[in-house]
Every structure is written in C-alpha cells, then in structure tokens.
Nanobody
Framework: QLQLVESGGGVAQSGESLTLSCGTP?????????IGWFRQRPGKEREAIAC??????????????YVAESVKGRFAISRDNAKNAVDLQMSSLTPEDTAVYFC????????????????????RGQGTQVTVSS
C-alpha cells in the first residue's frame, strides 16, 4: 500500500510563495506513478490543481504536466526524483489560495490528467493546510 504524505503547508502572506511536496515514507518509487494535486477551499468542492502523468504506449517515463487554468502562471508541478517526491510550486499567493492541499497517485495515469477526480486515484494523502493572509 502506497502511503502519500504532503508537506510544506503553513501560513503565508499575500504575494509570497510556498512549495508543497508529495512524498512517501515507503520504498515505493513515485516516479512510477502519475501524481495529481488537489485542493479544497473552505465551503467549496475539491478541485484538481495540477497533475503529472506517465508516458503511455511504448514511451517510458513522464508524460506531460498540466496546471489548471485558475492557477496557471502561478503554480507549477514537477518531480524531484532525488527526493522521491512531486512538488507543487505556488507563487503570488492570495487569500483565495487558502485551502487544504492533497496529492494522489495512480499507476495508470496516462496522458491528460486534469479530468481525473480525486476518488479515481488509487492512493491519496491526508492533506496539508495552506493559509494565506492578506
């Protein structure tokens, strides 16, 4: 069972940056999984923020990364294989970014992945709180 742990959350001021990491305490290699980042803002439904898929067909390694339009230009997703983690870099934060951020993983996440709902992933983390003050 793959266990996912989100870290890097906390309190930030408007305009500041935070980097969240999705890692695992186990020996599972996250490079073998497609990873999605989600957030749930107060009173709102969980939404997909970014994801990085696996290459399909005969290609090995990563597919593509995707960032939701609502955060494009401010958020980015990347793998850090040395850390065995997938990071979500968030910049120019606003109070609207206040949310619990979750990561999720799947071995079958190929190609376009922003339309994958959280429940479709095989493994899901517990979330990390990000609070942005004005």
């Amino acid at each position: 069972q793959l266990q996912l742990v989100e870290s890097g959350g906390g309190v930030a001021q408007s305009g500041e940056s935070l980097t969240l990491s999705c890692g695992t305490p186990s020996r599972w290699q996250l490079s073998l999984y497609g990873i999605g980042w989600f957030r749930q803002r107060p009173g709102k439904e969980r939404e997909a923020i970014a994801c990085i898929s696996l290459a399909g067909g005969t290609r090995l390694g990563d597919g593509d990364s995707y960032v939701a339009e609502s955060v494009k230009g401010r958020f980015a997703i990347s793998r850090d294989n040395a850390k065995n983690a997938v990071d979500l870099q968030m910049s120019s934060l606003t109070p609207e970014d206040t949310a619990v951020y979750f990561c999720a993983a799947s071995r079958t996440l190929y190609f376009y992945c922003l339309d994958w709902v959280y429940e479709k992933y095989d493994y899901r983390g517990q979330g990390t709180q990000v609070t942005v003050s004005s």
